[in-house]
């Protein structure tokens, strides 16, 4: 089965919505991360991909106040 490209944006489009209505024109996004698991058959291998440019402090930094909200 081939991979589902609007997973993503369906997911997308949902958060930018929730922004749009929690933010109003007063803000601006800063910086994005992607995690994508994917089940090939006999495995499941997890793939991620930040903004251009994002120090790697940045990002754990991100992945980490992720994993803290998570519980």
Known sequence: M???ETQIGRL???LME???TQFG???EIERVALIVAVDHGEQ???HWKFTPNTPTYI???LLEQVGRALG
């Open 2 to 4: 081939p991979i589902d």
């Open 12 to 14: 997308a489009a949902e």
């Open 18 to 20: 929730e922004l749009a």
């Open 25 to 27: 024109d007063d803000a």
């Open 44 to 46: 499941t291998t997890v």
């Open 59 to 61: 990002g754990r930094g």
